[in-house]
């Protein structure tokens, strides 16, 4: 199957086609607001690759202002980018459209769609202000760190200013006609009252996709079938030939700064380049890696608004997806999210090896899971590591294809049990020895790094923070101080930071000391003249 991207519009929105050569309808995917698109991202593809086996084409985006579309403040983007996203569907030849919304995107879906156009409302909340008010509720519980900075408003996986909350809470269902609609909902769910009486379906999955957290999320199988059976029932049986979208494969951007896709290494994994204007050949490059299951654009965006800000101080970013996450390698509908995989370490060697970088001009910045795999680059010499929220120090990863390199379910109620009592009775600075004995701890995590004349800089919230000191961390500290031998270890404390970065002041501090460490590193190696073109990393 092909899937074509690029960007399109301006602000651009940034859109994944898929075309089958024969095609009968188009589908637009929607895309949810925050963190419930980072969760469903792999279940849209596989939504796609069954569309695209019944002739049916379709469009997966991100919004304008979102992801990895162009900045845009406007309230009204999410509606109008789903409007442009048909748009560009219409490019293929298509003329019937579907908009398919789950959860907050089946608000988008219901404003943005037409009389004209099919309807499916997947898992869709009542209104607008009934999605605020629980996602405000769930950041309350989940983000320790202050929510509201100079007016914006953090929530799990998205900002909203002022404009944009209101323009949220102001979406609503409208009655839809009963032969081109479509409800799927949970089981004893029932559908907005707002779109009327239109068929309804109960589908699982959804709580099992929606109410977890990434490396715990399941693609629901049974409920993607049962979208696309409905559409294959709604929409003409006539074929017509298609044609390429029209796409930009370049964006580019204000400040000079323009972004292309690549595809790296032997499993050819996805990953966005943020390339600036007149840097020289042998630059530095940073590779960013996400955490946790989550795709190249991290949570709230922060690994997009991280490059874009490097990238303006004239050094060359990629974002990866790791094999499993986002748009690299196929999909399964039973797939386990890797964690800890000796898979990853493999992965960022080849990719480092396929952009041709040595370790002198080479910086990894991680987040969560992500920052481990970066600590696990001693093999590649990098100049500098920074390690953001690390809370996992092992020593040993998964062997490749080791089902115990997956990220396990949600543990049962007696290893909850088992776990509160072994907490109560066992006292901390022994359960630390045996989380060191088991895992590792900071000092061995680092050292190897140290050794290579990695500097070695982890950024923690006070979460992360006393894990960090609890393993080990201040010992390392203390022996691999900066000025002490080639390589050195370095803390920068958060105080009022949170660990997945959901909190604006979290992540403009992880921006800010990134920018500031990558700048000191690489400081002679940014000087000169000369141009580069996008072309030469791909």
Do not use: K
């Not at 301006?10 to 969760?39: F, H, T």
């Not at 965006?301 to 790791?322: F, I, P, S, T």
């Not at 900066?482 to 270890?489: D, E, F, L, Q, Y």
Request: aromatic letters at 4%.
């Amino acid at each position: 199957m092909t899937t074509f991207h690029g960007w399109s519009g301006v602000p651009a929105i940034r859109a994944a086609v898929q075309v089958p050569p024969s095609v009968r309808a188009g589908v637009v995917i929607c895309a949810p607001l925050g963190q419930e698109g980072v969760l469903a991202y792999r279940s849209f593809r596989l939504l796609a690759d069954r569309l695209e086996a019944r002739g049916v084409a379709s469009v997966r985006y991100d919004a304008s202002g979102r992801g990895d579309a162009q900045d845009d403040a406007d309230p009204d983007a999410p509606v109008r980018s789903a409007r442009h996203a048909a748009d560009v569907l219409r490019t293929t030849g298509v003329e019937r459209i579907v908009f398919v919304g789950l959860a907050s995107a089946a608000l988008i879906a219901s404003a943005a769609a037409t009389e004209d156009d099919g309807v499916v409302l997947w898992d869709a909340p009542e209104s607008g202000r009934a999605w605020l008010r629980r996602q405000r509720a769930l950041a309350t519980l989940t983000i320790e760190a202050p929510r509201v900075v100079d007016g914006v408003e953090s929530l799990v996986g998205i900002d909203l200013d002022t404009a944009q909350a209101a323009a949220v809470a102001a979406l609503v269902h409208v009655e839809r006609d009963p032969r081109s609609t479509v409800v799927l909902v949970r089981p004893g769910a029932r559908a907005p009252r707002a779109v009327g009486d239109v068929p309804t379906v109960e589908v699982s999955g959804s709580a099992e996709l929606l109410d977890e957290m990434s490396i715990h999320a399941r693609i629901p199988a049974a409920a993607i079938d049962t979208v696309v059976t409905w559409v294959d029932a709604h929409v003409p049986e006539a074929v017509v030939t298609s044609r390429p979208p029209r796409l930009d494969a370049v964006l580019d951007l204000d400040s000079g700064v323009s972004e292309h896709v690549v595809h790296l290494g032997p499993e050819s994994l996805f990953a966005v380049a943020t390339v600036p204007a007149g840097t020289r050949e042998h630059g530095p490059v940073v590779l960013l890696h996400t955490g946790g299951a989550e795709h190249r654009v991290g949570g709230n965006d922060h690994q997009v608004a991280l490059a874009r800000a490097l990238a303006e101080d004239g050094v060359r970013v990629v974002r990866l997806d790791r094999r499993g996450t986002g748009e690299s390698t196929a999909v399964s509908p039973d797939e386990h999210n890797h964690l800890f995989a000796q898979t990853w370490v493999d992965d960022q060697a080849a990719v480092v090896s396929a952009l041709g970088v040595q370790g002198d001009r080479l910086a990894l910045v991680g987040l969560c899971a992500g920052a481990w795999l970066a600590g696990r680059s001693a093999g590649l010499s990098p100049r500098l590591v920074v390690e953001i929220s690390p809370n996992d120090f092992r020593r040993r990863a998964a062997a490749p294809g080791d089902v115990t390199a997956t990220a396990t379910d949600v543990p049962s109620r007696s290893r909850q049990w088992t776990r509160s009592w072994y907490d109560r009775l066992v006292p901390p600075a022994l359960r630390a020895r045996v989380e060191r004995q088991r895992t590792g701890g900071v000092l061995q995590h680092v050292r190897p790094l140290v050794a290579s004349g990695t500097d070695v800089v982890v950024i923690a919230a006070p979460v992360d923070l006393a894990v960090f000191e609890r393993l080990g961390g201040r010992a390392a500290l203390q022996r691999y101080a900066p000025g002490t031998r080639a390589g050195s270890v370095s803390l920068v404390p958060v105080h009022d930071g949170d660990h997945a970065l959901f909190s604006l002041s979290m992540r403009r501090t992880v921006v800010s000391e990134v920018r500031a460490r990558v700048a000191a590193t690489f400081a002679a190696d940014r000087t000169g003249s000369g141009s580069e073109r996008v072309d030469q990393l791909t």
